[in-house]
């Protein structure tokens, strides 16, 4: 299958962060067709991270996620586009690093690997567990792949996840008095959650709050509801912790605040030849930090991701594919050229 070809195979398969089995056994069979010794890494029964290798310590890993938001949308394509769930964030991504691994075996750069993870779209429970894989320690460059309009992305929001949960008291919708909302209760904690004074940060940007998810009551004519919860996500600017301080200040025990997931703001590498920008979004990134020094680059724009027109262009898709072997073979030989000299200086030292 050639580059195209491929990302629409990928984009036809539903994988919803859950239900990843089938694209990882189609990627596992894939990879080993071309010649990789390939490992289905077990992260939960019938979700397995996908990991390639050449055969040779892999010193730079190409890596995205399989699972995707729902709701599954097939491939279509014209003459600028490649469309369906998927296009950009991120089977387009899963392909184009494949073709940049094929070309670079090519090239006779052996030392490179590929790293498929589940779960990203939620919790990356599989970069997490990928983390603790042993093909970690031989890694040292980790080059990650989100939808950046192939702009090398020297710094990425992080990310709170957190459950707000009232309790109350039900009643007859007719005899409201004798309830306690915790519906209401939840709508007060949240107008003031809005209001907060967030932190911003001249590298990073501003602190964005989401009110993701509502939820509460049973039907209209039971009033003062038992129970209510809201889902919030926030992009972090800074470390976690001055946000969680703000957030619980802000509650001040009206609510049961419960932390589902967080990720730092990470700061990345620029490399000379490659544009580069900031991004607002969290990645696997910051649960993969035994993989060596990140870098983030892709094709498509993160503003396609997630929609119901998700896309990535034709040509991104296969500028993509050059920027990833061009940035890898770099940072491949840059090491290599260190090396030898060190080796050299070692020798001059010991004459």
């Keep these: 299958m050639n580059l195209f070809e491929l990302t629409r195979r990928l984009i036809d398969i ?40 050449t055969g040779a310590r892999p010193r730079v890993v190409l890596s995205t996620h399989m699972d995707t938001v729902p709701p599954s949308i097939a491939s279509g394509e014209d003459e600028e586009f490649i469309r369906g769930r ?35 779209e939620l919790g990356s429970v599989g970069a997490r567990a990928a983390n603790e894989h042993a093909l970690a320690r031989d890694c040292e460059f980790l080059i990650n792949g989100e939808p950046t309009e192939n702009k090398l992305a020297v710094g990425s929001k992080g990310s709170l996840r957190v459950r707000l949960a009232c309790e109350g008291r039900a009643a007859h919708s007719a005899y409201p ?41 049973t039907r209209p004519n039971v009033i003062h509801a038992a129970e209510a919860e809201a889902v919030l996500q926030l992009r972090l600017v800074t470390d976690s912790s001055r946000v969680k301080g703000i957030l619980e200040r802000t509650v001040a025990g009206r609510a049961r ?45 993160i503003l396609d991701a997630h929609t119901a027109h998700e896309k990535v262009s034709k040509r991104e898709l296969e500028e993509s594919v050059g920027l990833y072997a061009r940035l890898a073979r770099s940072l491949l ?19």
């Design 14 to 53: 539903p994988s919803p962060s859950g239900e990843e089995g089938e694209v990882g056994r189609f990627l596992a069979s894939h990879l080993g067709g071309l010649g990789y010794a390939v490992e289905s890494q077990e992260v939960a029964e019938g979700r397995a991270n996908v990991i390639a290798t």
């Design 177 to 217: 008095e004798h309830g306690d909302s915790a519906i209401e209760k939840l709508l007060d904690v949240l107008a003031d959650v809005r209001a907060c004074a967030w932190p911003a940060d001249e590298f990073f940007g501003e602190t964005t709050c989401n009110v993701g998810t509502v939820a509460g009551g």
């Design 333 to 351: 030989m840059s090491r290599s050229e260190a090396g030898r000299g060190a080796t050299a200086a070692e020798g001059e030292l010991r004459g």
């Design 86 to 120: 998927g296009a950009c964030d991120a089977k387009g991504i899963i392909a184009a690093q494949i073709a940049a691994s094929e070309r670079l075996r090519a090239e006779g750069f052996a030392e490179v690997g590929l790293l498929f993870t589940v779960d990203e």
């Design 257 to 301: 605040v419960e932390y589902l997931s967080v990720a730092e703001p990470v700061r990345m590498r620029a490399v000379e030849g490659f544009e580069s920008e900031v991004v607002r979004f969290t990645t696997d990134i910051p649960y993969l930090t035994n993989w060596g020094v990140p870098l983030l680059l892709g094709p498509g724009s």
